[in-house]
């Protein structure tokens, strides 16, 4: 079974500091990882993926994330937080070809960037 | 560009009413996703369906049922409504069901049972 641990409930930053949110997982096999944002009372917004390739990755509005394959790890990174970075941030994992296609996500981070 | 819609945005419904939620996916997306979304909670897997067929069945009761039509927008009937069925619902699409694609999500329905 594949299983998402997103460790902090809540992270605090001020504005303008590097900030991480983190995410473990576990898969059998290679993992597709994802990122996602979600605002109050809205969808959740795709950020960034690694499929294969470059272990750091770059998505949306200046996140990145780095795949850490030894430590199963895929943290959401930014250099400089900003408030309207504010939100519920999901991490995900599906299995590879062949197994489940069905993602299954950690259970939320909120950031508050405070000013 | 185009995105999930949902309709309705808002619906309250009374216990033991049936309600029915509407998805209709990007264009030329072939799978659609059902998640339950409790204030607080994560995203919760109810069933998904790939060229119009069910693919993938997660926590969906039985009360509920869903399908996806020729144009592939797909309907999530729910039925004997529970106090804790009142929740966020998320319809999400994919251009496949392949597990690299990223999921596109709806902006939700609220469902509210009083």
């Known amino acids: 079974a594949q299983s998402v641990a997103q460790p902090e409930d809540q992270v605090n930053v001020a504005e303008g500091n590097p900030l991480t949110v983190k995410c473990t997982y576990s898969?059998?096999?290679?993992?597709?990882l994802f990122w996602y944002v979600q605002y109050p009372n809205r969808g959740l917004q795709f950020l960034l993926k690694y499929i294969t390739g470059d272990n750091l990755v770059k998505g949306s509005y200046g996140f990145e994330a780095e795949f850490n394959k030894s430590q199963t790890s895929f943290h959401l990174k930014k250099p400089s937080a900003l408030v309207s970075d504010s939100a519920l941030y999901f991490c995900a994992v599906r299995g590879p070809s062949g197994g489940s296609y069905i993602p299954t996500f950690g259970r939320g981070t909120s950031l508050i960037v405070h000013p | 560009a185009a995105g999930v819609i949902q309709s309705p945005r808002h619906l309250i419904k009374e216990k033991r009413e049936t309600a029915t939620l509407k998805c209709y996916p990007i264009?030329?997306?072939?799978?659609v996703y059902w998640y339950q979304q409790g204030p607080g909670q994560d995203p919760q897997f109810l069933i998904s369906?790939?060229?119009?067929?069910?693919?993938d069945k997660g926590s969906i009761p039985d009360r509920f049922s869903a399908q996806q039509f020729s144009d592939y927008h797909s309907e999530l009937n729910m039925s004997s409504l529970e106090l804790g069925d009142s929740a966020l619902y998320f319809c999400?699409?994919?251009?496949?069901?392949?597990?690299?694609?990223?999921?596109?999500f709806g902006p939700g329905t609220r469902l509210t049972v009083t």
């Open positions: 369906f790939y060229e119009k067929m069910q693919s």
């Open positions: 264009p030329r997306h072939d799978t």
């Open positions: 999400a699409s994919t251009p496949s069901n392949a597990g690299s694609h990223e999921q596109y």
């Open positions: 898969v059998s096999g290679n993992p597709y």
